[in-house]
Structures are given as structure tokens and as C-alpha cells.
């Protein structure tokens, strides 16, 4: 789609650089581009294969910034990933000002996983869309995907397609995938099992983890970076051991630490190589949070996240 | 080719289960709700193993666990003398026969690349040593390769045979398996039915097609010394690795990083030395006692893991490279960095940059 890019160009002598979307090791695969000298600007794409948050970036070391104070920094956002950076905002962890967003209207992005255990693909010759139906050519044939098949579960349950906040609108704004009321499904349903079920679950997906924290690194919300409990020599808070307690210890912590700030975006789930419903966790948090304290996660710059109005003065508590 | 037994999919299961009467079987499965990624497990009876998909993970954790005990120890005080601590070690090394089935090629290899920095010497490492004497492979000829496979372009190639005892051709809805050292011969026995000819036929066809096809292209020649001559060029290594997240998932997948940790965990007066999977992404891989760290930012930590792979390594054992072309590492990136384009990069304009 040329839109973003004609966008970004317009915008291109205000900026010093731009973090977009680029190909990655094929044409259905994309990777976070940095964009620093305009005749690059042409390595930018956007879409549904596009399926990297990209707000991280703004906070993690080395942190892109712009080095001209009177430049800014472009980032480019889908629904979802607008509402990292509203969390962003908030904590105070980048300036607003310094920012020029992209607003990207999503309809949803590709999950390649949840199509290969549908239908396992060998050699894909090319793969495009007709209306939303994905059209994919491998050695067995044409095949067609519905959006059911096809998209992510962070965007089957999405409510926020649009971005929440941005300077420049890229495309017009597509109804959301699912309604308010519907965002739960997935917890709601697992919530259906008895203990011991949910219990099994747990331990049979957990027993997959194998700690290579791709879960908290890609989080954009995750900012303890190379100080993170899970890692740290002097105390040894959690052990090398790789039995399930010591997993579920280092994913629940991951998930309290995100209470009332994490957004559900979603990027845990997607880079877990082992393929573990991690931001599950982190759902049913969120929904705590709404259900108690009112508060949805990543939507109003100006609002303080519940958990973090603690006030030592307080009394009563 | 050897000895060659013919395993139709009804007796699929009780070959296995025959398997695991005499070895730690380890085959490649799902979960048990059919979804999340595919990996090496132990075998139980009943498990159905997932021929038809690349694993997530490589089966070098039959031979390296992620975490295993190196020893245990124990402190004893006596309470007349509160000042004298004696100090009891255990060091136990227990060891199955274990066989790993359905390793791909580029996962057979890389066994082969990591009994050099451990068999080699000057230190030979008796853990690994005890683990490796005793593991048989069954090598999977591999028709799944991806857009990410370049095993052809680091020695490999996806009916190539290094490293495995046995080999495992899918012919039709079956399974030929051939043996391929002699040692591989006795544990076909029972396996299945003696392949007929024209099954055989079929197998050295599959076989035939499989090895002509090239997985991946890759020039590494020079890579030894074009990695040092990259190696101050910051510009490059910010191209090649600015969004890297720094987690441990390429070398976690991969099925020759073998570095690791070692941590003594002690609870009052006893506890274990124990040895688990590092990653040199990791911040604290790096870090030194007195607070310095050479790597401090994940630049330095991709650069490290490209020239370990393609320059490091290849200088000290005979040219060969720490990477077998699996492809996990790019199929895996959460960030679709590619170390193809590393490698293939370093030399690439590099007049410019000195």
C-alpha cells in the first residue's frame, strides 16, 4: 500500500527518522524498518502481513530517537499499537512532542502458525488476497482462508482497530472485528473448564517455555529490560531450574508487572517460538481490571493507570 | 545403501513402542490439543509423532539438556566443633541409551559440530560425552524445507546423511528406514516388514529427488575475514541488527549454540550445581564481575552470535561453520532478522568501510 509511504514522504522533511514496516526474509514475512535517509523511504510497506508493535523501539536501549531537536520521530501504528504507545505516554516513558504518528486504520494481520495447523503448507509460491479471503499458492495447490483461518487472535478479538491517537490518518476507519462485549471470548470460554483442566493447561503449555524471554523483550510495556527479576545474579530471585513452577513463576510475574498498564497487544503471544497463549494471562488481568476498577488500558493519555495512583500518604488502604 | 525395513502407518506405533523398549525415544510431537509448536519429546506410548512439520526446536537437548545436574553437594557441621565444615560431593552421570527420531538432516549435522568443541580437547566434557556415546539418530530425508532453509549453502543438504545411524525415507503413507553405520543395523530388527524391491525403488527415488534439490543460497566463502573487517563497522551492524529484541530465541532454537551457564543453587547446607542453556543475546551472558560489560547493547550481542557462527569457529575447526542452514533462527526472529543477510553482507561494499 502506497498510501503510507506518500504519507510519510510529505512528511518526510520534519522527520529524522521514521520506524516503519519492511520485507523480511520473504515476501509474506516483515520486519521493523528504520528509516533514516529518504531514498529509503521506498523500503516501506504496510500490509496485512505487517504484524510487529513497533512502539518499543521508542524505549528500549538503544532507543530510536531523533538527534536534531527540531526533527521528529515517525512511528507508524495500527489500532493496537496506538494504545502501547497512549501507555507510553502516560508512564512518561516517551514525549508526545517528539513524536510524528502514523495512524494506520487495521482490518487485522496474518498469523502463519494458526494457518499451518490448519492446513500445513510446503513451499509457498505466493500467497495475496481477494476481498478478505487470503489466496494461497503452495505445492498442493491454490488455497482459500477466511479471516477466521487466517487472522491472529489478538484481532479476532479486536475492539480498537483505529488508531486511538495519531497526527496523520493513513486510510479510513474499518469497523471493529469484535464487539465490546465479545473482547473476553477466549478467557471466557477457558473459564468454562474446571480446575483441574485449567490446571492441565497450564502446565502442558507451560512445560513449553523455554525462558528465551522473547515474551517480555518484544513487550513495549516491559521496561526493566536488563534489570528484569527473571535475570537478576545478586539476588537469584528465580532459579536455572526449567520445571513448570519456575516457568509459571517467571510468566505470572511478567503479567502482574502489566496489570491495569498492558494493552492485550498481543506481541507476547506472536513471538513466543514454542507457540504459548501467553497474552491469555494477561487478558483475564485486563478483564480484572475493567470488571473492578472501570479502567481500559492504553486509551486516555491524560489517565493515570489504577495501579499506579499508589500514594504512600494515603491512609486507610 | 544398507539394510533397509519397511514400517507401513498401522505399524508405525508398535515400532515405536518396540523402540522404547530399549532407549530414551525421542520423537517430534504437537501438543496434546493438536496446537503450539512442534518439538522433540520423550516418547510415550501413544504419541504420534509429527513427521510433516519443521520443529521449533533442534533435538540438541537430548544431549544438552536445558538445565542439568552436574553434582550435588552437602555441608556437614559438627556440633562439637562448629568451626570444622566438611564437604560431601555426588557427581553421579546417569545415562540411557537414548535414540532421537526424525532429526532432519541439518539437526544431525549439528551434533557433529558440537562433539568438536566437546570431544576435541583440550577438555573433553564427560557430561556430554556420556550423553553423545550413547545417542543414536535417526535421520529424517527432509522434504518440508521453507523460505528460511539454507542448509544446501553450509555444507549440508536435505537428504544428506553426516551424523545420522539411521535414515528415514517417507514413501508413500510409510516409512523405509535404512540403516546407515553398522551400528544402526541391530535396531531395525523387528522394526517393520524387509522392503520389497519395488519399495526400495521408491525410496532411492525419493531419495534421488530430494538430493537434487538446493535449499538456500548463501556465498560464506571469505566470511573468516571479512567478519574482522566489519567488525568496527557500526553502521553495518546497526543495519543488520537495530531491532533486535535481544532475547534468547535464535540461539535457543538453534541447533549448534551450545553455550551455557553454571550456577551452584543451595538451600541450607545443600544444594546442586547446576548447568542450563545460556545465550550470548542475553545482557547478562556478557556481564563481569566488576560491573563492565564488553557487549553492552544488543549490536554487539548479534555481532558476536554472526562471527561465532562464520568466523570464529570456522578458523579454529578446519574452515567449518557453527550453522547448519536449519533456518530456525530466521523462521523464529520475532524481527525477521536474517543471518543470511549478515553474512552475505559483510562483504559487501566494505572499501567504503574500512
Redesign the interface.
Known amino acids: 500500500m502506497n498510501e503510507l509511504r506518500k504519507a510519510i514522504e510529505a512528511e518526510w522533511p520534519r522527520l529524522e527518522v521514521v520506524i516503519g514496516w519492511g520485507l523480511g526474509f520473504d515476501p509474506y514475512h516483515t520486519r521493523p524498518l528504520f528509516v533514516r535517509r529518504s531514498e529509503d523511504l521506498s523500503g516501506l510497506i504496510w500490509n496485512p502481513f505487517c504484524v510487529q508493535n513497533l512502539t518499543g523501539y521508542l524505549v528500549k536501549t538503544p532507543v530510536v530517537k531523533a538527534e536534531d531537536k527540531a526533527k521528529k520521530v515517525g512511528i507508524c501504528v495500527r489500532g493496537c499499537d496506538s494504545r502501547s504507545l497512549v501507555a507510553l505516554i502516560q508512564e512518561k516513558l516517551v514525549v508526545r512532542d517528539q513524536l510524528l504518528v502514523f495512524g494506520i486504520p487495521c482490518s487485522g494481520t496474518v498469523d502463519w502458525r494458526r494457518i499451518a495447523v490448519q492446513t500445513p503448507l510446503s513451499g509457498v509460491k505466493s500467497a495475496r488476497f481477494e476481498g478478505d479471503l487470503l489466496l494461497v499458492e503452495d505445492n498442493g495447490g491454490v488455497r482459500k482462508f477466511s479471516p477466521d483461518q487466517y487472522l491472529a487472535r489478538r484481532c479476532l478479538r479486536c475492539v480498537h482497530p483505529n488508531p486511538i491517537i495519531h497526527d496523520v490518518l493513513v486510510g479510513e476507519p474499518v469497523p471493529p472485528r469484535a464487539a465490546p462485549g465479545n473482547r473476553y471470548r477466549d478467557v471466557e470460554s477457558f473459564e468454562q473448564q474446571n480446575l483441574p483442566d485449567r490446571l492441565a493447561f497450564w502446565q502442558e503449555e507451560l512445560d513449553r517455555c523455554i525462558r528465551c524471554y522473547a515474551c517480555r523483550n518484544a513487550c513495549p510495556l516491559c521496561i526493566c529490560q536488563d534489570r528484569c527479576i527473571a535475570e537478576t545474579r545478586e539476588p537469584r530471585w528465580l532459579t536455572q531450574r526449567m520445571g513448570v513452577p519456575e516457568k509459571f513463576l517467571f510468566h505470572f510475574i511478567h503479567a502482574l508487572h502489566l496489570a491495569g498498564r498492558c494493552t492485550e497487544c498481543g506481541e507476547c503471544e506472536r513471538v513466543c517460538p514454542m507457540e504459548i497463549p501467553v497474552t491469555l494471562m494477561k487478558e483475564k488481568l485486563g478483564r480484572i481490571v475493567g470488571d473492578l476498577m472501570g479502567y481500559e488500558a492504553g486509551i486516555d493519555p491524560e489517565a493515570t493507570p489504577p495501579l499506579l495512583t499508589f500514594n504512600p500518604a494515603e491512609t486507610g488502604i | 545403501m544398507g539394510t533397509m525395513v519397511f514400517i507401513s502407518p498401522e505399524r508405525l506405533a508398535a515400532a515405536l513402542d518396540r523402540l522404547a523398549e530399549r532407549f530414551d525415544l525421542w520423537v517430534p510431537s504437537a ?7 512442534v ?1 522433540f519429546r520423550r516418547y510415550a506410548s501413544g504419541t504420534t509423532p509429527v513427521l ?2 519443521l520443529t ?2 533442534s533435538p540438541k537437548e537430548a544431549v544438552q539438556p ?2 542439568e545436574s552436574l553434582l550435588r553437594f552437602r555441608y556437614t557441621k559438627d556440633a562439637e566443633d562448629p568451626g570444622a565444615i566438611q564437604l560431601s560431593l555426588e557427581d553421579r552421570i546417569e545415562v540411557k541409551p537414548t535414540l532421537v527420531f526424525g532429526a532432519r538432516p541439518c539437526d544431525a549435522r549439528a551434533f557433529l559440530l558440537s562433539d568438536r568443541v566437546f570431544l576435541e580437547g583440550p577438555y573433553v566434557d564427560v557430561y556430554y560425552r556420556a550423553r553423545r556415546e550413547s545417542t543414536f539418530l535417526a535421520g529424517l530425508v527432509c ?2 524445507g ?3 532453509c539454507f542448509c544446501s549453502a553450509v555444507g549440508g543438504g536435505p537428504a544428506d546423511t553426516a551424523g545420522s545411524d539411521l535414515r528415514i525415507i517417507p514413501v508413500g503413507d510409510g516409512l523405509v528406514i535404512e540403516a546407515l553405520q553398522e551400528r544402526g543395523e541391530p535396531l531395525l530388527e523387528g522394526l517393520g516388514e524387509p522392503a520389497s524391491d519395488s519399495i526400495q525403488e521408491a525410496a532411492h527415488q525419493v531419495v534421488e529427488e530430494v538430493s537434487g534439490r538446493c535449499m538456500g543460497e548463501l556465498d560464506t566463502s571469505g566470511s573468516i575475514d571479512a567478519f574482522k573487517s566489519r567488525f568496527q563497522d557500526g553502521d553495518y551492524w546497526r543495519e543488520v541488527a ?2 533486535c ?5 535464535c ?3 538453534c541447533p549448534t549454540c551450545y553455550c551455557f ?1 553454571i ?1 551452584d ?1 543451595s538451600r541450607n547446607l545443600q544444594g546442586e550445581r ?1 548447568r ?2 545460556d ?1 550470548c543475546m ?3 551472558y556478557s ?1 563481569e564481575a566488576s560491573g563492565h560489560n564488553p557487549r553492552p ?3 554487539d550481542r548479534y555481532r558476536n552470535r554472526v562471527g561465532h557462527k562464520f568466523s570464529y569457529f570456522p578458523e579454529k575447526y578446519d574452515g567449518q561453520f557453527s550453522c547448519t542452514g536449519c533456518g530456525r533462527c ?3 526472529c ?5 543471518i ?2 549478515a553474512v552475505a553482507g559483510l562483504k559487501e561494499n566494505l572499501c567504503e568501510c574500512p
Open positions: 501438543s496434546s490439543r493438536g496446537g503450539g509448536a518439538r510433516d512439520r521449533a526446536l536445558q538445565v522434504r518440508e521453507d523460505s528460511a537495530e531491532r529484541l535481544s532475547c534468547g530465541v540461539t535457543f532454537v551457564t550456577t543453587e547446576l542450563s542453556w545465550s542475553f545482557y547478562q556481564l547493547t544488543r549490536l530466521v523462521r523464529s520475532p524481527v525477521s532478522i536474517d543470511r543477510r
